[in-house]
């Protein structure tokens, strides 16, 4: 097994890469060896701070024989294409979520690794936080009785901010359901052992100049009877940041004086001017975020037979019979480490991590099943769930 680093690809210098750029820049063990994207002036910034080549399409991307792995963070349309063409040229693949639109491309795109003997990771995700890692393996350790419930919900302003017109279209994967359920999503799976079974649930699209949902509430019921309650809405009045100690989802501060900001930026633009603004959000235009703790989705709350386990952005709090204690999940010099502890384990040990291709899948249907659910008016079952590893079931 080499200790050199893993030499990384990246399909799509836009806002998802610039949120990895400070754990990319802090961790040793990863190399940017080469990108791929549309914008002349990304591919420049990138071989200017990397030294690496910038190629102006993802299939010339795959074909670099010097690169092991990549890092596919283009719009959630074109994942199943990038991650094809990755598979085909033999690269490990880190996609982020959701791992598709469809069901349909999400199968194809698993089939596809498996076929190819590639390691698919989908993420980044919340479900990778440290606290939320913390969580699980004091859940699965057993130590304080049956998880019975999971209360989890996040109020922010994701709908009002910068966005394409595709994004603000359900049936292209805008919306609150594909980019921010799926965290919620992933948290709950993760919590409770992976293995979902039904599902209920509403949706709100509220904004007619933004025709798309918004809010959403959900019971998801799991194996062994644990139920988790599910609430976001991203229409830019309550912040539940307030709830965080008033730690922003990116583990930044957040500013005092911001409340409206999201509404008031997008004041009078029309749609050209706005898909404008979001590209300022880009690799070589944008700026990276500063973060003082670990990242987080919201408040979550986990009840236990013998303890209630509250997540915050520094570890968990526990309330149990008798007493109260807190766990602290360290914070590192690289935000999202254990996305790179999960890539740098697949590469270069071929240790799967949870998150597979497998488990994006089992997360993308519960997004699926939320919709139909809203739709009919009735629960749905969920038939596609994987559990977590084995190691981490067992503690």
Aim: proline content about 5%; glycine content about 8%.
């Amino acid at each position: 097994m080499t200790s050199d680093p893993v030499r990384l690809g990246v399909a799509g210098l836009g806002r998802a890469f610039m949120l990895m750029v400070p754990t990319f820049d802090a961790d040793a063990r990863v190399k940017l060896t080469a990108a791929a994207a549309p914008r002349a002036e990304s591919r420049a910034a990138f071989e200017e701070q990397y030294g690496g080549v910038a190629y102006a399409t993802v299939e010339d991307l795959c074909a670099d024989p010097s690169v092991e792995a990549i890092y596919i963070a283009t719009p959630h349309q074109m994942h199943v294409d990038h991650v094809l063409a990755a598979a085909r040229a033999g690269k490990h693949i880190l996609v982020e979520k959701p791992l598709a639109i469809s069901m349909e491309d999400a199968e194809t795109m698993v089939a596809a690794a498996n076929a190819a003997g590639v390691h698919l990771i989908v993420g980044p995700s919340h479900s990778f936080d440290p606290p939320v890692d913390l969580a699980a393996q004091l859940i699965a350790s057993g130590k304080f009785g049956q998880l019975r419930m999971i209360q989890a919900l996040n109020y922010t302003d994701f709908l009002y901010r910068p966005r394409r017109p595709e994004e603000l279209r359900t049936e292209e994967g805008g919306g609150v359901l594909f980019s921010q359920a799926i965290h919620q999503i992933d948290v709950v799976r993760r919590l409770a052992g992976g293995m979902g079974e039904k599902i209920y649930a509403m949706t709100g699209a509220w904004d007619p100049k933004r025709p798309t949902e918004g809010a959403f509430t959900a019971l998801m019921n799991f194996e062994g009877g644990c139920v988790a309650n599910l609430t976001y809405s991203g229409y830019a009045h309550f912040d539940s940041d307030i709830w965080m100690n008033d730690v922003g989802e990116l583990g930044q501060l957040k500013r005092a004086g911001a409340y409206g900001d999201a509404r008031r930026a997008l004041m009078d633009l029309d749609p050209d001017d706005e898909a404008r603004l979001k590209t300022t959000r880009t690799f070589g235009s944008g700026k990276t975020v500063d973060a003082e703790h670990n990242e987080h989705f919201g408040p979550v709350i986990a009840l236990c037979d013998r303890a209630d386990l509250k997540l915050t952005p520094d570890g968990v709090e526990v309330f149990g019979d008798t007493e109260r204690s807190f766990i602290e999940a360290k914070f590192g010099p690289a935000p999202r480490r254990t996305v790179n502890d999960a890539l740098v384990a697949a590469v270069r040990q071929n240790r799967a991590p949870v998150q597979t291709g497998a488990w994006g899948l089992a997360s993308l249907e519960v997004c699926h099943a939320i919709l139909q659910s809203a739709s009919t008016g009735q629960p749905v079952d969920l038939r596609q769930q994987c559990k977590t590893s084995e190691e981490e079931q067992t503690g």
